[in-house]
């Protein structure tokens, strides 16, 4: 069974950074794209970042140039470092993955998914 913990959330100020990891574990991890979502109080569940097997990187708009993703196949962890935080970046950040290579930036592209961790950002 595929299992994924992330770590690394927090409360920072406005123009910090964060830097979260998801180890994941119950299958061959670089086989597979791994993804970020996050979910703020009230709204949907949005991606973030996501990379596939093979290393292609997509990020949503509002995050580019701030947020970097990287996978260690070697430790099975993905890894989102987040720089320039801004209050609006507050949410519950989830990494996910599910049966494909290549990344989706859709919720029901990952069936797999952590418990995921609370980013704070303060004003």
């Known amino acids: 069974q595929v299992q994924l913990v992330e770590s690394g959330g927090g409360l920072v100020q406005a123009g910090g950074s964060l830097r979260l990891s998801c180890t994941a574990s119950g299958r061959t991890f670089s086989n597979y794209a791994m993804a970020w979502f996050r979910q703020a109080p009230g709204k949907e569940r949005e991606f973030v970042a996501g990379i596939s097997w093979g290393g292609s990187i997509y990020y949503t708009d509002s995050v580019k140039g701030r947020f970097t993703i990287s996978r260690d196949n070697a430790k099975n962890t993905v890894y989102l470092q987040m720089n320039s935080l801004k209050r609006e970046d507050t949410a519950v950040y989830y990494c996910?993955?599910?049966?494909?290579?290549?990344?989706?930036?859709?919720?029901?592209?990952?069936?797999?998914w952590g418990q995921g961790t609370q980013v704070t950002v303060s004003s």
């Open positions: 996910a993955t599910g049966d494909y290579g290549h990344v989706l930036k859709i919720t029901n592209g990952y069936i797999y």
